[in-house]
C-alpha cells in the first residue's frame, strides 16, 4: 500500500541523493505509534548510485533505533508493516503527522566532528540576577549609543575627507561606547598587546567566537578593523546606522554573490592600509566548542601579503550565552592577543590559527 503524500528531504536524515524507496516488505527501522503511519513510497526514478548512510549520523526517539546501510544500488527501507489502522486515517492526517518525525530524529551537525570537546562549558541557568542585570545592560549601551552617534555624525564629514579607510575617530568612539557599556558589568583582562600590529599596519584579525558581548570586548582595543555583519542589523535604529558610519562590512548569509563581494571589498580595504576583522567559524558557538574555521579570512591575508592576527575570547560565551542575550550572568573576560601568522598559503595559514585559538581554549578549560 503507498500513500500519495510527498515527504521532504531532510526529514529523512541523509542528503537528497537519486533514487530512494521505502516500502512496506522490510523493517529496519521501527518507529513509534504516534509516527505511524507516514508516507512509505518514494520513487525517483533509476539510477546507478548507491546509498551510504553513517550508523553515527541519525537517531531517533529514546529508543535510539538506527538506520543500517543497504547493499543495493535501489536503497529500500522500510518505515512499518501495512495495516489495516493505516486504511482508516485519511490523505489530510497523514500529511500533517508527518512533521512529526522531526521530534523523534535528530540530525548531528556536519561540524560535529571538527569541535574542541575539552573547550566546551557547562551553561548556567539563568537567574532573576542574570535578567536583570541584562535589562540594565541594554539600558546603558543604548543611551550611550545615543549621545556617541550624534557625535559621529558631527566628525563623519571630515572623517570622509581626511581617513575614509581607516576612520580612526569613528573607532575611538567605538572604543569608548564599549568601555562605557561593559566596565560597570564586567571586567575584562587583556594579554598579548605587545602582539599587535602598529595601528597603520594592515592585518586580518580572527577569533572565536561565542557571544554577542565579543563585539564589545574587542572594541574595547581601540583597534581600527572592519567587522562583517549581516546586512539585517544595519537597520537597526544607532547601533546599526553607527555600523554603517564607521565603514563595516556588510553580509547576506547563503548568498553567493554577498559573500564574493564581501571578500573583494576586504582585500579593497586591506591593500588601501585598513584591517579587516572576521570570526572564521561564521556563528556563534553555543557550548564554547571550537568549530570548524572558513578559510575566507585566510585567504584574503595570503593573496594580500598581510599578517593573520589571531585573537582567543575567553568567559563571554559563559557571561552572555549564545541564543540568551537578554541575560547577563556575573564573570570576567580575557583577550588574548596571539603572535602574527604570516604565509602565502590559506590552508596552512587557517591550520596554524585555529591550532592556536583551539590550544589556549582547552588550556582555560
Known sequence: MEASC????????FRPSPPFRLCTKESSLLLPSSLRPLCTRIDTGPSPFKWETSRKAIYYGPDSTLFSQRNSTNATWCSFNAKEEFARRNHDNKCHNRNKLSRYIVVRSELAGTGTPDAAYPLPAPGLGSKVRGIFFYAVTAVVAIFLFVLMLVVHPFVLLFDRYRRKSHHLIAKIWAIATVTPFLKVEVEGLENLPAPNTPAVYVSNHQSFLDIYTLLTLGRSFKFISKTAIFIFPVVGWAMFLMGLIPLRRM???????????????????????????????????????????????????????????????????????????????????????????????????????????????
Not at 510527498?6 to 536524515?13: I, Q, Y
Not at 584591517?275 to 570548524?292: C, H, N, Q, Y
Open 255 to 365: 548568498d553567493s554573490r554577498s559573500q564574493l563581494e564581501c571578500l573583494k571589498r576586504c582585500m579593497d580595504l586591506v591593500k588601501k592600509g585598513a584591517s579587516v576583522f572576521f570570526f572564521p567559524e561564521g556563528t556563534r558557538s553555543k557550548d564554547g566548542k571550537l568549530g570548524a574555521f572558513k578559510k575566507g579570512a585566510f585567504s584574503i591575508a595570503a593573496k594580500t601579503k598581510v599578517p593573520v592576527v589571531p585573537i582567543t575570547l575567553i568567559g563571554t560565551g559563559k557571561i552572555m550565552p549564545a541564543g540568551r542575550e537578554g541575560i547577563l550572568n556575573l564573570g570576567s573576560v580575557r583577550i588574548v592577543i596571539h603572535k602574527p601568522i604570516k604565509g602565502n598559503n590559506a590552508d596552512v595559514l587557517c591550520n596554524e590559527g585555529r591550532n592556536v585559538i583551539a590550544d589556549m581554549l582547552v588550556r582555560e578549560s
Open 6 to 13: 510527498r515527504v521532504k528531504s531532510n526529514s529523512f536524515l
